[in-house]
């Protein structure tokens, strides 16, 4: 990786300006967009016989272990800046909606999907065991909010269904990881955990991740509060984030869930009370900064994983139902239980069909299936959740701005 670091940020540069410059789509998904350009043609130049793109390229991100990057990297800074910008007295209004969409949404729409796709496979010719169909289905159900949330924002939809949005998807990663190392426990070593095994790696996993993550942000909150120096003070959230993340691991606690709480907790305790207004400034430019910069590289990554997967009309045709069945459990898990819970469920009208089409899957489903041990199974998992991602980022993320300004009441 080090000695490819500088070709891909320049990389991942030429092809943000070019998406600013040219395509002027939302960020992540332009640069997703002009990746998966630059793949289609250098896989066309492969075709014509001129494989030489193709060789360096695949050489080039092939060499990057695309899981290990995210997951032990990048991920904690990303769900930390998010969880920054949450509203901790709107997210308290609205915990309900939030937990049971985070939690049995999650949960319900992996098993939804599994069983889905156990029935369905057979008809593109690639019947997969029920095990793995449900380790698909743990990896895929957690969403990410991509452009989402700062399209909610930008339009000016009610800041209740931008909340439970953001929400969800923020807490939903640390729940869907949970259940995929269960699911791939189950598939991958052949060992069925009982019920109190689980509750219990639950309760440790997630319980505990919550928890240190409160007293992560608590021991940072009252180091920020006894400084006034922005420098200091921008670097202490550094390194609680990579420091904390890193020690969640060894005290066996979801450091996704760790970092969320720790975030939420720095974002409003600590910005209100602990920060002068300079500090709050330079630091909410510094991690909005960062959180663009990576979500830059993580979807020019996704875009380039095109030049080393597997790809049959097989697995495409497996990657199509699959995306269908994706979408159609969000709906049944998230977008039917608002719709009929109506005014009971505090959100505007409309907010199922935003919940619903702007669920979005991204670099962290992509990351769980590439962590898979190697194996026919794991093969055309990663193409399929490829196929999933690629299609929920560019159509549905290139049109719910439509969704959201027809069904929703903005102000904007």
């Known amino acids: 990786m080090p000695e490819f670091l500088p070709v891909f940020l320049v990389v991942t540069a030429v092809i943000a300006w070019f998406n600013a410059r040219f395509l002027r789509l939302p960020s992540t998904i332009g640069v997703m967009a002009a990746a998966l350009i630059l793949s289609t043609l250098t896989l066309l130049l492969d075709h014509a016989g001129l494989g030489r793109p193709r060789q360096y390229a695949a050489e080039l991100f092939g060499s990057i272990d ?29 915990r309900w909606q939030v937990g049971l969409l985070a939690v049995l949404g999650t949960v319900a729409a992996a098993l939804l999907v599994g069983f889905g796709l156990y029935y369905l496979l057979p008809l593109a010719g690639i019947p997969l065991p029920l095990a793995f169909c449900m380790v698909f289905g743990a990896l895929i159900a957690p969403t990410d909010p991509i452009s989402v949330t700062g399209l909610l924002r930008k339009v000016g939809a009610p800041a209740n269904l931008e909340t439970v949005v953001s929400g969800e998807s923020l807490f939903n990663d640390g729940v869907g990881i949970v259940v995929f190392t269960v699911m791939a426990a189950i598939a991958v070593e052949h060992h069925l955990p009982g019920a109190a095994e689980t509750s219990l790696l639950l309760l440790r996993e997630a319980g505990g991740g919550i928890v240190y993550g409160a007293a992560l942000g608590t021991v940072t909150y009252f180091m920020l509060k006894s400084i006034d120096s922005y420098q200091e003070e921008v670097l202490l959230t550094v390194a609680a984030v990579l420091g904390g993340y890193s020690l969640a691991h060894v005290l066996e606690v979801s450091g996704p869930l760790a970092m969320v709480a720790a975030g939420i907790l720095i ?61 159609l459990a969000r709906l049944l898990t998230a977008g039917l239980p608002v719709a009929a819970l109506g005014k009971h469920s505090g959100l505007p009208r409309g907010a199922w069909q935003v919940l619903t089409w702007g669920g979005l899957r991204g670099g962290i489903s992509v990351a769980l299936a590439l962590s898979l041990p190697a194996g026919p199974e794991r093969d055309v998992l990663v193409t399929m959740t490829y196929i999933v991602v690629v299609l929920s980022v560019l159509v549905q993320g290139l049109s719910v701005e439509r969704v959201v300004r027809k069904v929703v009441p903005c102000t904007d």
């Open 267 to 327: 974002g409003n305790r600590g910005r209100r009370d602990a920060m002068s207004d300079r500090t709050r400034e330079q630091l909410d430019q510094f991690w909005e900064l960062l959180d663009a910069m990576l979500n830059a590289v993580l979807f020019v990554l996704i875009g380039f994983e095109a030049l080393v997967l597997p790809f049959s009309g097989p697995l495409f045709a497996a990657g199509m139902l699959a995306a269908g069945v994706t979408l």
């Open 66 to 94: 695309f899981s290990d990057v995210l997951m032990e990297g990048m991920l904690s800074l990303l769900l930390f800046a998010g969880a920054l910008q949450v509203d901790l007295r709107q997210l308290a209004r609205y």
